[in-house]
T-cell receptor, first 111, second 114 residues
């Protein structure tokens, strides 16, 4: 079946550096993508989203890039802070149906 | 805005008993809510889609008689784990679809069956 996957299970970055988290998706019919942050013992927290008619969207310190040609999604975090340490999930949705989550990647920020 | 409250945050129950988890949308009406299960170090897996006033739609492999979902109002959905067993121990998370077709998640419920 369709699935969303992540390339790396863990990512360790130095505080102040930029982080890039990648995600591959396989459902070409997906039209909406979301990045979530999940801290231990908590529910997912919305970070940023992007629709399939866009290829880039920026938020505060975060940028999401969408490459529909290769079905790739990335989350860029500028000036990574210790508070950014968490598990990050990408999620995709096809035409107002359910969200499918990727496997998750742990971001660890070194002081 | 768009706050989802989930209770309890954690629960320990004996094997064979039932546990009810509540998911409330506090400042908006949610016609559609979702229930997920998450095992340690794994992703969120959708269990079922809960629609107000109608039967829930369960994902393949999820036992509807074991995981009872009730969505009796536009602000409340409940998940009851019936005859719980240790293998049901997990982190259960609800989500509500907001007016703008976004999603807001509850804080999750850690269920431990002993």
């Amino acid at each position: 079946g369709e699935s969303v996957g992540l390339h790396l299970p863990t990512l360790s970055v130095q505080e102040g550096d930029n982080s890039i988290i990648n995600c591959a998706y396989s459902n070409s019919a997906s039209d909406y993508f979301i990045w979530y942050k999940q801290e231990s013992g908590k529910g997912p927290q919305f970070i940023i989203d992007i629709r399939s008619n866009m290829d880039k969207r920026q938020g505060q310190r975060v940028t999401v890039l969408l490459n529909k040609t290769v079905k790739h999604l990335s989350l860029q975090i500028a000036a990574t802070q210790p508070g950014d340490s968490a598990v990050y999930f990408c999620a995709e949705r096809e035409a107002n149906s359910k969200l499918t989550f990727g496997k998750g990647i742990t971001l660890s920020v070194r002081p | 805005g768009a706050v989802v409250s989930q209770h309890p945050s954690w629960v320990i129950c004996k094997s064979g008993t039932s546990v009810k988890i509540e998911c409330r949308s506090l400042d908006f009406q949610a016609t559609t809510m979702f229930w997920y299960r998450q095992f340690p170090k794994q992703s969120l897996m959708l269990m079922a889609t809960s629609n107000e006033g109608s039967k829930a739609t369960y994902e393949q492999g999820v036992e509807k008689d074991k995981f009872l979902i009730n969505h009796a109002s536009l602000t409340l959905s409940t998940l009851t784990v019936t005859s719980a067993h240790p293998e049901d121990s997990s982190f259960y998370i609800c989500s509500a679809q907001t007016r703008g077709n976004g999603y807001t998640f509850g804080s999750g419920t850690r269920l431990t069956v002993v």
